[in-house]
């Protein structure tokens, strides 16, 4: 079985300081993690994704993520939030096994304060 | 212009009426795939398919059915047996050939409203 913790329900940040949100993931088999991120009444964008190469994986939008096996983490960071990251985020996880579908964490919300 | 497509963008339904909710891609993918999200929560999945004239229930599929007979086409029923059909409805397409790259594009969705 695979599931996604999302840490954070909101995170609040002012324009410039840096972004962090916490994902922490169960898989019983090597997992691939994404990184959605989604505007109001929109669909999902992939920010980034990890899929046993390098572990730190860089996205668009200056968003890089560190999968962390013993940590079992995969936390979401930015060095200087933008006006326009204002969104929710959704760590996802999936498991290369016969089901390709993806297990949704549910979700972080990240105002960015001016 | 590759991509997924969803229409309506917004759908009423009636009590006791099955609506179709429409999700179309270019993209040459052979699994297709819908999710419900509601308020505050992540995506769950309703159903999915691999391949053209297959598709397999998902986590949520009570309500629902689904068909796969184009390979660019999986239309989503909510039927009148799905008593909390108020929801945003994901499409969403990868393409079986990218193995350990493969990655879930997702159409901009349709909010489902009932009246």
């Known amino acids: 079985a695979q599931s996604v913790t999302q840490l954070d329900s909101h995170v609040s940040v002012s324009e410039g300081t840096p972004v962090l949100l916490r994902c922490n993931y169960s898989s019983s088999y090597s997992p691939s993690l994404f990184w959605y991120v989604q505007h109001p009444n929109k669909g999902l964008q992939l920010l980034l994704k990890y899929t046993s190469a390098a572990t730190l994986v860089k996205g668009i939008n200056g968003f890089e993520a560190e999968f962390k096996k013993s940590e079992t983490s995969f936390h979401l960071t930015k060095p200087s939030a933008h006006m326009s990251d204002a969104a929710e985020y959704f760590c996802?996880?999936?498991?290369?096994?016969?089901?390709?579908?993806?297990?949704f964490g549910s979700g972080t919300r990240l105002q960015v304060q001016p | 212009d590759g991509g997924i497509t969803q229409s309506p963008k917004y759908l009423f339904r009636k009590e006791g009426q099955n609506v179709t909710l429409s999700c179309e891609q270019n993209l040459n993918h052979d699994a297709m795939y819908w999710y419900r999200q509601d308020p505050g929560q992540g995506l769950r999945l309703i159903y999915y398919?691999?391949?053209?004239?297959?598709?397999q229930k998902g986590d949520i599929a009570e309500g629902y059915s689904v068909s796969r007979e184009k390979k660019e086409s999986f239309p989503l029923t909510v039927t009148s047996a799905q008593k909390n059909p108020t929801a945003f409805y994901l499409c969403?397409?990868?393409?079986?050939?990218?193995?350990?790259?493969?990655?879930?594009?997702f159409g901009p969705g349709t909010r489902l409203l009932v009246l």
């Open positions: 996802v996880v999936r498991t290369d096994t016969g089901r390709r579908a993806l297990t």
């Open positions: 398919s691999q391949i053209v004239n297959d598709f």
């Open positions: 969403a397409s990868s393409s079986a050939l990218a193995g350990v790259q493969e990655t879930q594009y």
